[in-house]
C-alpha cells in the first residue's frame, strides 16, 4: 500500500514559519525524486520545489531563498522549512513522489494559511 503523509500545516502570520513533513511507505524512497506542490482555491497545482536521490535541490523563483527542501532516506521522509511566509504562500501543499518510469504518487495535502 503506497502512501504518502503530510503534516505540519496550519495558521502562520506574514513572516513567520513552518515546517513542512511527508512520511512515505509502500514504496522504495531512496530511488524516488521527492518534490512539493502547492494549490491555492481556483488556481492551478503549481511545483515549488525538488531533490533527487543524490540530494540535489531546486525550487521556484517564488520560493527560492525562503523554502528549503530535504530529504531523509533512514525515516522515508521528505521536509519542506518555509520562513519569511507570505500571504501568497497560502495553499494546500502536497507531497510528491517521482519514479524514473514517469510514474508519480501524491499525498492527499496539508494546509497553509498565512494571515494576520
Known amino acids: 500500500q503506497v502512501q504518502l503523509v503530510e503534516s505540519g500545516g496550519g495558521l502562520v502570520q506574514p513572516g513567520g514559519s513552518l515546517r513542512l513533513s511527508c512520511a512515505a511507505s509502500?514504496?522504495?524512497?531512496?530511488?524516488?525524486?521527492m518534490g512539493w506542490y502547492r494549490q491555492a482555491p481556483g488556481k492551478q497545482r503549481d511545483w515549488v520545489a525538488a531533490?533527487?536521490?543524490?540530494?540535489?535541490?531546486n525550487y521556484a523563483d517564488s520560493v527560492k531563498g525562503r523554502f528549503t527542501i530535504s530529504r531523509d532516506n533512514a525515516k522515508n521522509t521528505v521536509y519542506l522549512q518555509m520562513s519569511s511566509l507570505k500571504p501568497e504562500d497560502t495553499a494546500d501543499y502536497y507531497c510528491?513522489?517521482?519514479?524514473?518510469?514517469?510514474?508519480?504518487?501524491w499525498g492527499k495535502g496539508t494546509l497553509v494559511n498565512v494571515s494576520s
Open positions: 509502500g514504496i522504495t524512497f531512496s530511488r524516488c525524486t
Open positions: 531533490i533527487t536521490t543524490g540530494g540535489s535541490e
Open positions: 510528491n513522489a517521482q519514479f524514473s518510469s514517469g510514474g508519480a504518487f
